[in-house]
């Protein structure tokens, strides 16, 4: 399994998850790649130890070499620095 990380700051409304409703502010996304070509997403505050799966957050790709373009697009939306 691989896996990305990038920071990014989730702006007004926030980046919903699966457990824990919407998380706004200084945040961490990792994408992890399994062995049968799902690559699934989960944010955790900036530092905290805690991942939590972003809302419709995984999805399978044709190849692994497409987790890479997977995990850019997901900072590209995510990433709200200034709203």
């Given amino acids: ?4 990380k990038s920071p990014l700051v989730a702006g007004q409304g926030g980046v919903l998850t699966e457990e824990v409703g919407v998380l706004t502010g200084d945040l961490e996304l990792r994408t992890t790649l399994s062995k049968d070509g799902v690559v699934t997403a989960k944010v955790r505050y900036a530092g905290a130890t805690e991942w939590y799966h972003l809302r419709g957050g995984s999805c399978r790709v044709a190849d692994d070499r497409d987790h890479a373009a997977v995990h850019s697009l997901l900072v590209g939306v995510l990433n709200r620095p200034t709203g």
Avoid: E
């Fill in 1 to 4: 399994m691989n896996s990305y």
